[in-house]
Each structure stands twice: as C-alpha cells, then as structure tokens.
Nanobody
Framework: QVQLVESGGGLVQPGGSLRLSCAAS????????MGWYRQAPGKQRELVAT???????NVADSVKGRFTISRDNAQNMVSLQMSNLKLEDTAVYYC?????????????WGRGTQVTVSS
C-alpha cells in the first residue's frame, strides 16, 4: 500500500511563502508522475503542479511564476515551494502519485494539508 504523507501547511499572510513536502513510502522512481492538487471549500479539486518522471512539469496558470514543484528521488519526496501567496490559494493541498500498469493507471493520494492565506 503506497502512502503519501504531506507536511508544511499552515497559516500565512498574503505575500508570504510556504513549502509543502510529500514523503512517499516507495521510491519516487516507481511513479510515472507526482504532484500537487488543491481543493478550496465548495470547489472541485484542481491541479496545482505535477512533474513526470522525465522532469517535465505542468503548472496551473493561476500559480505559474509563484509556485515551483521539485522532486528529490534520493529522499522519495516531492515538494511545492509557494511564494507570493494570495487569499485565493487557501485550500487543502493533496499530494498525488500515478503509476501506469498494463491496462490501468493507479493513482494514490495523501490525506492533505491545510494552507490558509489570511491577513
């Protein structure tokens, strides 16, 4: 059973920074993609940023230039550096990992970490 454990959430003022980390129970090399999604109250879960195994990233337009995703294969971790945070970044942030198998794509989720941007 793959486990993804997020950390680093909290309360921050607008314009501030936070760094989220996700520790995987298996080697990050075993996943085809890892990344972050978020869900704000009353809204659907949305992509924030993902990184595929080749290093290419996909970043939502709403956070482009402010958020950076990185992956530490030696530590089996994926991180999200968030800068210039805005009120609308408030959400629960979920770590996600995907693994392609024959005939299926397996998807794993962490439990989430709360990020609150407030003055």
């Amino acid at each position: 059973q793959v486990q993804l454990v997020e950390s680093g959430g909290g309360l921050v003022q607008p314009g501030g920074s936070l760094r989220l980390s996700c520790a995987a129970s298996e080697s990050t090399f075993s996943f085809n993609a890892m990344g972050w999604y978020r869900q704000a109250p009353g809204k659907q879960r949305e992509l924030v940023a993902t990184m595929i195994s080749g290093g290419r990233t996909n970043v939502a337009d709403s956070v482009k230039g402010r958020f950076t995703i990185s992956r530490d294969n030696a530590q089996n971790m994926v991180s999200l550096q968030m800068s210039n945070l805005k009120l609308e970044d408030t959400a629960v942030y979920y770590c996600n990992a995907r693994r392609a198998t024959i005939g299926a794509i397996l998807e794993y989720w962490g439990r989430g970490t709360q990020v609150t941007v407030s003055s």
